[in-house]
């Protein structure tokens, strides 16, 4: 029985430490994703404004 016990054990310390890395995976994707958002976003604006320099 102890041992049945300790093998469900650890397969719940597994399945939580799966969940925890995929909840972490998911946070990273995000933040890269909205960071090359506002990096493509700045790099077009930045572009707007030399050739709004360059025309003058």
């Not at 041992?3 to 990273?28: C, H």
Request: charged content about 20%; hydrophobic content about 55%; glycine content about 0%.
């Amino acid at each position: 029985m102890k041992k049945a016990q300790a093998a469900v054990e650890y397969l719940m310390m597994i399945a939580v430490a799966l969940i925890v890395a995929l909840l972490t995976i998911k946070a990273v994707l995000r933040t890269a994703n909205y960071a090359s958002a506002r990096i493509r976003d700045t790099s077009q604006k930045i572009a707007e404004t030399m050739n709004e320099m360059i025309k003058s």
